[in-house]
């Protein structure tokens, strides 16, 4: 149980253009999605955690306006990079959790990673 | 803000040797720790975890870590590694408020 998918897994884009990373809870509901971004050998950083229909929080200098995210039901998250660049390239992992599941427990997806040409 | 702390880099072992990897949290109230590993190419999985209890906690693939409240110090251990265990390890400490912290992560590598 307690499984986790985005979608893509991996997308290319242009600079400029916007991408927008699916991340679902596909057993349980999740009330809580985060959403991180991991750079190559590093580790992961937080940039937002949702709730289901509240506005994300977002860390201490993650662009709001740049990084969308929306919870809009209890098994989905989404993330848009608009107007990407180059340094947005990253790998990007969301984690959920949910009232059903032990506290404060998350259970993370396989991540997409982004290259912007 | 709490801070988490993974103190070896790289870690480079032979089969059979034993592991201890060191983790060091700078929260000071009630904490949620985990010990998650990243496999080549592959994404996180939980490896054990710490909510209350038992402070040496058992987790899957032989792994178990040790909570030592009054050193902040969740240390990962297992007695005889192999080389499927090369892979990237984060320990992770959640609060209450459910933010969720990672260490910087240590690359064990283990030779045959």
């Known amino acids: 149980g307690a499984v986790v998918s985005q979608h893509p897994s991996w997308v290319i884009c242009k600079s400029g253009t916007s991408v927008k990373i699916e991340c679902r809870s596909l057993?349980?509901?999740?009330?809580?999605m985060f959403w991180y971004r991991q750079f190559p050998k590093q580790s992961l950083m937080l940039m937002a955690t949702?709730?289901?229909?509240?506005?994300?929080?977002?860390e201490q200098g993650v662009e709001k306006d740049k990084f969308l995210i929306n919870h809009a039901s209890l098994t989905l998250s989404t993330l848009t990079v608009t107007s990407a660049h180059p340094e947005d390239s990253s790998f990007y992992i969301c984690?959920?959790?949910?009232?059903?599941?032990?506290?404060?427990?998350?259970?993370f997806g396989p991540g997409t990673r982004l290259t912007v040409t | 803000a709490q801070s988490v702390s993974q103190h070896n880099h790289h870690v480079i072992l032979s089969e059979a040797a034993s592991l201890e990897l060191g983790c060091n949290y700078s929260?000071?109230?009630?904490?949620?720790l985990f010990w998650y590993v990243q496999y080549p190419g592959q994404h996180l999985q939980l490896l054990l975890k710490?909510?209350?209890?038992?402070?040496l906690v058992k987790g899957i693939k032989g792994f178990e870590a040790e909570f030592i409240k009054s050193k902040f110090s969740f240390n990962l251990r297992k007695p005889s590694v192999q080389w499927s265990d090369t892979a990237e390890y984060f320990c992770?400490?959640?609060?209450?408020?459910?933010?969720?912290?990672f260490g910087a992560g240590t690359r064990l590598t283990v030779k045959p």
């Open positions: 929260y000071g109230g009630t904490v949620n």
């Open positions: 992770a400490v959640n609060a209450p408020n459910n933010d969720m912290r």
């Open positions: 057993d349980f509901q999740a009330t809580t």
């Open positions: 710490y909510f209350s209890g038992d402070p």
């Open positions: 949702s709730n289901e229909g509240s506005k994300a929080t977002y």
């Open positions: 984690s959920a959790s949910g009232l059903a599941q032990l506290s404060y427990e998350q259970y």
